[in-house]
């Protein structure tokens, strides 16, 4: 049930980031940093405002717990939920600029290559241990990753950045263990806007007076950010960093979609096979869990 639960989570979160293009998209005239800076400054007000106001004896009793903590525990989940502060505000910028300014299709590439990545970090830094059927959906994704870098070699780097940033951030958050996972998110956020907050000054534009970029930036803001990222460290207590990674195929394998149909990008048969592969390896990487239920459902 457990399983299930936070299994649960982790899908819904990277289904809600797979229609992440449709809000970002129509923001594309404005400049990368300003969308980054208002959906950061947003976030940040808003989880502070339900830490402060809604969650009161959950904040006085992780303080608690974090000032009853070892030294050496304290330090590594204050260097660890600092670290995530960082690697989310460079994913997100990377992102954003990669998703307005390159492409859809370059945006869902890094996330094509960040499973990949999370795995094998998580392999070597968490000891995760994976089965045979796993490590062939682990194959069968870097075929795919190799088929669509033949076809769009120009967007390799932008994608690389983007997937390592958030590799990195899921695995550490796999450490990162505790304290109340709201709470955690919402230093994140907060760290965050303390490190944009000297550069909004000279790098912003003028503040944007359309009510649809507001109405945006708090959809981005809200169902695009907080939800899943909550859900993603949720889950993070019940399932392996490798398990997140695969499931994060869901995100590129949406937004493939939504580029194709929606968007109306080219698509050639490279790109066809390849996101068959990815859409073939999710299967065989949950390939006990599928069987699971579908044995639990027949007996």
């Not at 649960?8 to 594309?28: E, H, N, Q, T």
């Not at 968490?126 to 959906?137: G, N, R």
């Not at 809200?222 to 859900?231: C, G, K, R, S």
Request: charged fraction near 10%.
């Amino acid at each position: 049930m457990k399983f299930s639960k936070y299994y649960l989570a982790a899908f819904v979160s990277f289904v809600i980031w797979g229609f992440f293009s449709l809000a970002l998209k129509p923001l594309k005239a404005y400049a990368s940093l300003d969308i980054l800076f208002y959906r950061v400054f947003l976030c940040a007000v808003i989880m502070s405002v339900i830490s402060l106001l809604v969650r009161r004896e959950v904040l006085k009793d992780n303080v608690r717990k974090f000032r009853a903590m070892p030294a050496k525990q304290r330090q590594r989940v204050a260097l660890l939920t600092l670290a995530g502060g960082i690697l989310l505000t460079a994913n997100w910028f990377f992102f954003i600029y990669v998703m307005n300014h390159i492409s859809v299709k370059a945006a869902s590439f890094a996330y094509l290559v960040c499973p990949i990545m999370t795995t094998v970090i998580a392999f070597f830094v968490l000891d995760e241990k994976l089965s045979k059927w796993q490590w062939a959906a682990v194959l069968l994704s870097i075929t795919s990753c190799a088929l669509l870098s033949f076809a769009n070699i120009a967007d390799v780097a932008y994608s690389m950045i983007v997937a390592l940033s958030y590799a990195l951030y899921l695995v550490s958050q796999r450490k990162n263990a505790g304290l109340d996972k709201f709470l955690v998110l919402t230093v994140q956020i907060l760290f965050s806007a303390l490190i944009l907050l000297p550069f909004y000054p000279k790098y912003s534009a003028e503040v944007p007076a359309e009510p649809v970029f507001w109405i945006l930036i708090f959809l981005i803001a809200v169902l695009m950010t907080i939800v899943p990222l909550f859900l993603n460290l949720y889950a993070l207590q019940g399932v392996t960093s490798s398990t997140m990674g695969i499931l994060l195929y869901i995100n590129p394998l949406m937004n493939f979609a939504i580029a194709l149909f929606y968007f109306h990008e080219p698509i050639n048969m490279i790109q066809i096979t390849a996101y068959s592969l990815i859409l073939l390896s999710i299967v065989v990487f949950n390939e006990r869990f599928i069987f699971r239920k579908r044995q639990a459902a027949m007996s």
